[in-house]
């Protein structure tokens, strides 16, 4: 009997040991960091600028008889839940033409290849597009806008309200009827997460036009990534914090740098300046992604 009773107690102990086994590893299992999104970054050339007139993108005299070569990237960001794109290029009329300069000689732009043949390369057609967001809507960011009219428009309210008033006519930096097919408007009042997750978020970073933004983008391998929009065009402005003459509100721009360099460090995010050629270069072009 005595050794029965000690069989036993011998088995419930490594029952016992065995459960508890178990649950420590529950226990670990629940705490470990989820798995990020597959999110997927690809990038596009969407034309390029020659800035003939540096000195449009500073106050003063700072690039005063300077030049320099700009890109125009676009981006198209794959989410297991959706399909964003971000910015579309120059216009599109520019593609098969000579480099086309402004009659005030300060830009000289040209575009090589329409927006619906580039999506073609990752297997993307416009009706796979749910979202469109610009960064702003000045002309070389809307250029091939009206293809995705069926897409969901995610667009700060003051620059919606900008869009559609007085003070945009006549303005050479927007082109209205870029985007005039963009019926499907989803207003933003602040920053918005996308897909709900903290993987894709758009930040409110007004002052280059009224309701300018930013895109953040948390990818599995490449960790926190943000594409700048237009609050520099080039290292030079970030370095020094340079605002361009044709901002739209001085203030908020100031505001706006702060607001994005302290969000930036505050995530370790890999800053793209969506103009600068280095930063281009940086990025693996479509087809191949960044993850």
């Known amino acids: 009997m005595k050794k029965i009773i000690t069989l036993v107690a011998v088995v419930l102990a490594m029952m016992s ?19 990020k999104p597959a999110v997927a970054l690809y990038t596009f050339n969407g034309g390029s600028v020659g800035a003939n007139n540096l000195n449009l993108f500073a106050q003063g005299e700072t690039y005063k008889g300077e030049s320099k070569k700009l890109v125009d990237a676009f981006y198209v960001i794959k989410h297991p839940k959706g399909v964003l794109l ?11 033409q000579e480099p086309y300069t402004t009659p005030d000689g300060a830009f000289t732009i040209s575009r090589k290849d329409s927006i619906l043949n580039q999506l073609a390369s990752i297997g993307v057609k416009k009706e796979d597009i ?35 008033g007085e003070e945009i006519k006549g303005n050479g930096f927007y082109a209205p009827d870029s985007f005039k097919e963009l019926t499907n408007v989803i207003e ?25 933004q ?16 237009d609050m520099y065009h080039f290292q030079e402005n970030r370095d020094g914090k340079v605002i361009p003459v044709f901002n739209h509100d001085l203030d908020q721009s100031k505001t706006a740098i702060a607001n994005f360099e302290a969000f930036a460090k505050a995530k370790n995010a890999k800053v793209y300046i969506q103009h600068e050629p280095a930063d281009f270069v940086k990025m693996p072009v479509a087809p191949k992604a960044l993850n």
């Not at 903290?198 to 007004?206: D, N, R, W, Y």
């Not at 930013?214 to 929009?229: R, Y």
């Open 86 to 96: 971000w910015d579309t290029g120059l216009p599109e009329g520019l593609v098969g």
């Open 17 to 35: 040991c065995k459960e508890s086994s178990v649950e420590n590893k529950q226990s670990q299992e629940e705490t470990k960091t989820p798995a």
């Open 214 to 229: 930013v895109l953040f983008i948390d990818l599995p391998e490449n960790g926190p990534t943000l594409l700048s929009g």
């Open 130 to 164: 749910d979202y469109i967001a610009f960064s702003h809507i000045h002309f070389d960011h809307t250029g091939a806008a009206n293809h995705f009219a069926a897409s969901k428009w995610l667009v700060q309210k003051p620059e919606y309200n900008f869009a559609i």
């Open 188 to 212: 933003l009042s602040g920053d918005r997460d996308v897909f709900g997750d903290g993987s894709v978020i758009i930040k409110s970073m007004p002052g280059h036009t009224p309701g300018h």
